[in-house]
């Protein structure tokens, strides 16, 4: 029963596409549930990128509120900030790639693209807001996925975000805050300015009864891949730049609050103080984030060295 | 069971895992740096 | 591991040909397990009471072949040649390669000069081609040639037949890893509760402060 998930009924989804329920509700779609291969392709393709963005597109179908991603497959598409109809031989590609998968019996169709943030956080920037924007004009129902394959290997657990627009000039009810995450200087104004033309989605993982098999066959592969490498080792670029961004930050908080002291325009003392606060907390909350996986790295390299090179024969 | 013990000796043999000069320079350059780092949250906290 | 699946079928097999035979008939059979590819263990041979028989009769001799197989290297051959009978090219081979894995049991990193000397090997290319061809092929060994610094760095070697007395030290250096292990649960347990504790000791700290803000602004108000 469990498998039930992966048959396509092609009927019913030709029925909610007739249906197109998600026309005049724009928070509609609330769940993703991305199947265990389609996680590990989305995944291993960002990290093959290194610190350039890569993309893709996802196929799957849909549930009720929920898009379900089956499958995934990456663009020849390269670069930062790109579009994901860039380039003509990207939509080339996508046109042969969905036909010939029809021809293979494949049944699904795209319900979406995803991109990698490298180092940088799971959110849409303002083109990445434009592209999905588009798509949901004109390929719904369609979904943006984002994932940080740095952050991932820092934090040892996918980082990864699912994401719809709302249509243009419409004014989101106050959304609960979303999980905190670090965003860096020189991204905060592109994320700040676009944060509320977008919902996150709420992403749940399956897996099919082979995908069980297999995984249980490569888990001892997988256990000795994770207790034979460091995090530490892996991520030094990113750390260093964590660092250097978080200094970057608390400059500026201490040039605003000397800005502030000297008396400009500014607003009311209560409000200039929450202001600050909430910078400085946030700095601050960055600051232990990054500490606790360094910390988390190191604990592993000890216990490592205790357990297995403190053995004298 | 010979087979058992010729195993065990197999692995035992294997350990320690590491035992270079090297390694140990850079784990305590790791170590250092991760309380270096931890210093300076606890900079930035207060 | 593999090896140990690879070979238990030989053993079987040997033991079964040593059990059938008696005296100076078990002079082929320990020529050939010594000689075949895939063997490399032979305590269970030398264990079948029919082997064991051989000491202090005229055969002997096939009891020392079979012991220098089980424990020995090249160079105890070598240094005590007359005690055995010339050996046929592949019990050489055999022997070579056992040599190679004794070398792992005390080293990680095989400087070339030392396995060359051990091996009797003239030169780095044939050494090399031993390594890879005999025993690296055969998955007794898995390690790196290192070129660059001469020497072979062994990540797995499989386990020899163990000497008399070795069973004890191994006895000790698993008891040692047990404890060290418990050890390291046991301080890995105590700063759990010590993080709870401050993690604890600091939501009241948050409260008290919160409480005392509240305090101070009514006062004010």
């Known amino acids: 029963s469990s498998d039930s998930i992966f ?21 509609y779609f609330k769940r993703v549930k991305i199947s265990a291969l389609a996680l590990l392709k989305m995944v291993v393709h960002a990290r093959s990128g290194g610190t350039i963005e890569v993309m893709g597109l996802m196929q799957g179908k849909t549930d009720g509120d929920a898009i379900i991603v089956m ?6 598409v390269e670069g930062t900030e790109t579009r994901v109809n860039a380039q003509a031989d990207a939509y080339e590609y996508m046109v042969e790639y969905s036909q010939t998968n029809k021809l293979a019996g494949r049944l699904e169709n795209v319900v979406g693209w995803y991109h990698s943030h490298p180092g940088y956080g799971c959110w ?23 994932i940080d394959p740095t952050r991932t290997v820092s934090a040892g657990k996918v980082e990864i975000g699912a994401f719809r627009t709302y ?61 034979s ?7 030094g670029d990113y750390v260093a730049g964590q660092i250097s961004d978080l200094a970057e930050k608390l400059e500026q908080a201490e040039n605003q609050l000397a800005h502030s002291r000297l008396g400009g325009i500014v607003p009311g003392p209560f409000q200039r103080k929450k202001e600050e606060e909430s910078q400085l907390a946030k700095i601050t909350r960055d600051s ?26 | ?30 170590y250092n740096d991760t309380l270096l780092i931890t210093y300076l949250a606890m900079f930035t906290n207060c | 591991m593999d090896v140990e699946q690879k070979q238990e079928e030989l053993i079987d097999h040997f033991v079964k040909q040593a059990s059938a035979h008696k005296g100076s008939a078990l002079g082929t059979v320990v020529v050939e397990a010594t000689s075949h590819p895939s063997l490399f263990a032979f305590s269970e041979i030398l264990s079948v009471p029919n082997i064991v028989e051989l000491e202090g009769t005229e055969n002997s001799i096939f009891l020392d072949v079979l012991q220098l197989f089980a424990h020995g290297t090249w160079s105890d051959y070598k240094s005590n040649i007359s005690r055995f009978p010339p050996l046929v090219p592949d019990q050489v081979l055999k022997l070579k390669q056992l040599t190679v894995l004794t070398l792992a049991e005390t080293n990680k990193v095989l400087p070339y000069d030392q396995l060359m000397q051990e091996l009797d090997v003239t030169n780095v290319r044939e050494l090399e081609d031993f390594l890879i061809n005999e025993c690296m092929y055969s998955g007794i060994v898995r390690g790196k040639l290192d070129q660059l610094r001469r020497c ?19 006895i000790q250096t698993l008891s040692n890893w047990l404890s060290t292990s418990d050890n390291l649960l046991v301080s890995i347990q105590e700063k759990i509760k010590w993080a709870d504790t401050m993690s604890e000791l600091d939501k009241k700290h948050r409260k008290d402060v919160h409480d005392k803000v509240d305090e101070v602004k009514k006062a004010l108000s």
């Open chain 1, 71 to 76: 499958d995934a497959f990456a663009l020849p």
């Open chain 1, 7 to 27: 048959y396509y009924d092609e009927a019913g989804q030709g029925k909610f596409q007739q249906e197109k329920p998600w026309a005049n509700d724009p928070h």
């Open chain 1, 124 to 146: 849409l920037s303002g083109i990445d807001v434009s592209t999905q924007m588009l798509n949901q004009q004109f390929q719904e129902p369609f979904l943006a996925v984002v």
């Open chain 1, 229 to 235: 490498s460091s995090p530490l080792l892996g991520n």
């Open chain 1, 167 to 227: 249509p243009e000039g419409y004014k989101p009810p106050d959304d609960p805050v979303s999980e905190y995450q670090t965003i860096p200087l020189n991204k905060i104004e592109d994320f700040g300015v676009h944060c509320k033309q977008y919902y996150a989605l709420d992403i749940t993982y399956f897996k099919s009864s082979l995908d069980c098999h297999l995984l249980d066959l490569l888990w001892n592969k997988y256990w000795v891949n994770t207790l």
């Open chain 3, 152 to 170: 072979f760095e062994v990540q797995f070697a499989a386990g020899r037949d163990l000497r008399p007395g070795q069973l004890g030290s191994m």
């Open chain 2, 1 to 30: 069971e010979n087979s058992l013990l010729r195993q065990v000796s197999s692995l035992l043999r294997r350990l320690p895992a590491i035992e270079s000069e090297k390694f140990q320079d850079d784990f305590l350059m790791e």
């Open chain 1, 288 to 313: 232990a984030k990054i500490t606790v996986e360094q910390v988390h790295g190191l604990m592993s390299q000890v216990i490592k060295d205790i357990l297995f090179n403190s053995v004298r024969q």
